[in-house]
């Protein structure tokens, strides 16, 4: 609840660049769109369009859920293999008169196969944990950090964004 006030709190132009943000330890990507779709409406296209095991619902004016394992990243060219899989997250959707606000967090990529002396090992790659420094707890700046937060970026408007039964 803490970190949902702190980021509700935020400006709004603080996220103008690319959408994530370091928070307590945790990269944290949130967007607000304006459009006037009804937040039931809006529910039902997040239920169609996001893999999850239990159907998002209305909860006063929010919503929230996690998603299971989805391919979201169209442009893999360059990454490690570590951000090659498919990845889930957790979102919550914040409803106003006429925008909604998307927070995204728990990012997590599908772990890859790795045997070391016999141990294999496949635990998933947290954004958390390769994208936050220990020293400042800010986001890396490195170029493989700005690859992938920019496809992820990309990736999450367009998830995000309403699309009409007649715009598909």
Known sequence: MKLFLILFLFPIFVFSQDN???VDG???WQ???KDSVSSQ???KHLNTTLSQEVPCKLVADYTSGQTTYMDIL???SSLSAFYKKAVKFSYVVDFQEGKYRVTVKNIAFEGIEVSIYGVNDSSDTYLDASLIR???GELRKNN???HILQR???SFTDLFAYKDQAGW
């Open 20 to 22: 994530f943000q370091a």
């Open 26 to 28: 945790n990269v944290v």
């Open 31 to 33: 967007r607000v769109y």
């Open 41 to 43: 409406q809006y529910i």
């Open 74 to 76: 169209e442009d893999k």
């Open 134 to 136: 220990s020293r400042d």
């Open 144 to 146: 493989m950090a700005q």
């Open 152 to 154: 992820l970026d990309t």
